[in-house]
């Protein structure tokens, strides 16, 4: 039997799962909640934890402090509030059979 | 060296990918033959390869290939479509032509006439240099409104180039009214005439419609010829600075007819020098559109989540809307009052003004 796996157990390209849920992050970008499912890498949710407060950071810098920032990709949409130097993110696969979110603003 | 076009074939057939990309890779013309299985793939290869032929087959899961090139159609203007289907169904076929799709081609017949088919993606593929509207090859707009009044016709010319909808009204031959992006008459006309490709349709006349140009067609014509003469060609110092000041003025005209706030436009690859319009810290927000562009790229492809549409942010003050396009990024400063479909005003704002 250990043929047949030698033959058909390589690793095939896998197609990743788009995140669905909600996650707040602490100013440090530790994830304090998390409603994402645990299949989900962490170390996925952890570099949009970090890229969103580096978002919110460097427009800071630039003398635009945001409330709210989104992120829109063809089949994601990342939506962060600011909650004292942390946030808490919103993530939304965008799908056609899915009926999308209704955003206050943007 | 003779440059290589890259075709992309979106199917959801894997076999019936590698049986096209081994037929197309030995067209006399030697294209680059890139593959996609889904459409949302095709997207991301669009967003980030200079594709210049699209083949899309039409029944696919989630996104279908009608959808599909609805979203190229607006998103890639320049990218000339195939469709090769397996539906022998005419209402298909003309939903497809409907569409503004160069050529469509059953699965069976491609493979009945390959040679005919072959011959036709080269002509498709030859076609690169030249600017032209789709339905009339090689045609510009001049052309095709000369074309209009000749045959004294009566008709609503209905132009589409991206985001942007322009319609020219003709009564009996005379072109009466011109509408582009809120502005009307002389003025629209001058800026539609330099469009150098889209797509047009031919709409029903409108004989009730107000007229607003009262020249006749051949002197207006001259004029924009003259004036885009002038514009390519200036002569001294002197006229590129005016030519600079007038294109300042009207990107200027143009934010405030809108009603956003600023305009920062920045080069994402390599260096080069941001352009600012409305605002006095457009070294602060240059440095953060390229920072949000790239963080948002690399976020993008580490969730392999499809092209970057767009980063919004907003405060208690302003709400600004950074949009990748191509090698640069535009971020465009919109007042919180303004809360109607912020993206598609700013995908339009960007548009007209790279137009």
């Not at chain 2, 009466?176 to 003025?187: M, N, Q, S």
Request: overall charge neutral.
């Amino acid at each position: 039997m250990g043929f047949l796996k030698n033959m058909f157990g390589g690793r095939h390209g896998a197609v990743q799962q788009l995140p669905t849920g909600t996650i707040t992050v602490d100013r440090h970008g530790h994830i304090v909640t998390s409603t994402v499912s645990s299949a989900f890498p962490k170390n996925l949710l952890r570099d949009i934890a970090r890229d969103v407060l580096e978002l919110f950071r460097e427009a800071r810098a630039a003398q635009m402090p945001l409330a709210e920032v989104s992120l829109h990709y063809g089949s994601l949409n990342i939506t962060a509030r600011e909650l004292r130097g942390g946030a808490i993110i919103f993530l939304f696969p965008q799908t056609a059979l899915l009926p999308k979110p209704n955003y206050s603003r943007l | 060296m003779e440059k290589r076009h890259k075709i992309l074939i979106l199917d959801d057939d894997a076999d019936w990918l590698a049986l096209c990309r081994d037929l197309l890779a030995e067209l006399p013309s030697k294209p680059e033959v890139l593959t996609a299985n889904t459409a949302k793939r095709a997207l991301a290869l669009l967003e980030t390869e200079p594709i210049r032929l699209l083949i899309s087959d039409l029944k696919m899961p989630r996104i279908d290939g009608l959808q599909m090139l609805a979203i190229v159609r607006r998103q890639f203007p320049d990218v000339r479509t195939i469709v090769l289907s397996g539906l022998e169904d005419e209402g298909y076929r003309s939903r497809a032509y409907a569409l503004g799709v160069d050529l469509f081609w059953l699965k069976t017949e491609m493979q009945r006439n390959s040679k005919l088919f072959n011959e036709c993606l080269e002509s498709l593929l030859g076609r690169d240099d030249e600017a032209g509207f789709r339905g009339l090859q090689s045609k510009s707009l001049m052309d095709i409104i000369q074309m209009e009044c000749l045959s004294r016709g009566s008709t609503v010319l209905r132009i589409t180039r991206g985001p942007l909808v322009a319609k020219l009204w003709m009564w009996e031959g005379e072109l009466i009214d011109a509408e582009v992006d809120g502005a009307r008459g002389e003025a629209a006309f001058l800026r539609l005439i330099g469009w150098k490709s889209g797509t047009f349709e031919n709409l029903p006349a409108e004989p009730n419609r107000e007229r607003t140009i009262h020249k006749p067609v051949n002197a207006l014509l001259l004029e924009t010829a003259q004036t885009m003469d002038e514009a390519a060609n200036p002569v001294g110092a002197e006229s590129i600075e005016s030519a600079s000041h007038r294109q300042t003025m009207w990107k200027l005209s143009q934010l405030t007819r809108e009603g956003a706030e600023f305009v920062i436009v920045v080069p994402t690859a390599g260096p080069g020098e941001p352009e600012a319009l409305g605002t006095q810290h457009s070294a602060e927000l240059a440095q953060w559109t390229r920072r949000a562009a790239e963080i948002a790229r690399r976020l993008g492809d580490r969730l392999e989540a499809g092209p970057l549409l767009h980063v919004a942010g907003q405060n208690l003050e302003r709400q600004v809307l950074m949009l990748p396009r191509g090698d640069r990024a535009f971020l465009v400063g919109w007042p919180t009052e303004i809360t109607e479909n912020v993206p598609e005003k700013s995908r339009k704002l960007v548009a007209s003004w790279d137009s």
